[in-house]
């Protein structure tokens, strides 16, 4: 079984356009996050939620969304895309001892055109 | 803001090598650090975490070293194999300020037979 999971693999759209890319994880973690990996390879902090509470949201457009229906899903809405969004975007999430860090998900290639 | 940065964003080694990938960190309140490994294609992958009452971890064939002193971080990699090939990065958390890890650029290690 995957222990985080994110829905699609890949996403391409048109500029404008709205989409959501969805994640689960069954390790029972308290603490979800979004990351996004740039072209470069750098990973930045989007979004952090502690069980359906947000707690930490970087400097992010509006029109990303994040939502957390119960605290082992969180999904990520982004509307009117841009090309700028061309990007990997992670999910993780952690226990709350924070041991060993952070469980990643496969990512999800968002490409804008 | 502060981050954590790596020197070198390509290493080059024969494999049966010994590998050294290095880490530099700004923030002298980080008092958590961890290594990650992505693969193409897929998430980071836990390797191997440090805490900063200690300044060596060791591991199946890989060794952290951790520095105040100079808040220099190292991840030793023995006898390096092809399935090494990937990005490591080196990530740091102040835990007293919850769960908020923060990467440093990447490094690609490639490992030629």
């Known amino acids: 079984d995957t222990a985080v999971s994110q829905t699609p693999k890949y996403l391409v759209t048109q500029m404008g356009n709205d989409k959501s890319i969805k994640c689960e994880q069954n390790?029972?973690?308290?603490?979800m996050y979004w990351y996004k990996q740039d072209s470069k390879k750098f990973l930045k902090i989007m979004f952090s939620y502690n069980n359906k509470e947000l707690i930490i949201n970087e400097t992010v457009p509006n029109r990303f969304s994040p939502k957390s229906p119960d605290k082992a899903h969180l999904n990520l809405h982004i509307n009117s895309l841009e090309l700028g969004d061309s990007a990997v975007y992670f999910c993780?999430?952690?226990?709350?001892?924070?041991?060993?860090?952070?469980?990643f998900g496969s990512g999800t290639r968002l490409t804008v055109v | 803001g502060e981050s954590v940065g790596l020197h070198l964003p390509t290493l080059s080694v024969q494999e049966g090598d010994n590998s050294i990938i290095n880490c530099a960190y700004s923030n002298s309140a980080s008092d958590y650090f961890i290594w990650y490994k992505q693969e193409s294609g897929k998430g980071p992958q836990f390797i191997i975490d440090i805490r900063s009452n200690m300044d060596k971890r060791q591991g199946q064939r890989v060794t952290v070293l951790l520095n105040k002193t100079v808040k220099h971080l190292s991840l030793q990699i023995a006898a390096t194999q092809p399935g090494d090939s990937a990005v490591y990065f080196c990530?740091?958390?102040?835990?007293?300020?919850?769960?908020?890890?923060?990467f440093g650029e990447g490094t690609q290690l490639t490992v030629n037979p």
């Open positions: 990530a740091e958390n102040i835990m007293t300020s919850g769960s908020r890890l923060t």
């Open positions: 993780a999430s952690s226990p709350p001892a924070f041991n060993y860090g952070y469980t």
């Open positions: 390790l029972g973690h308290d603490t």
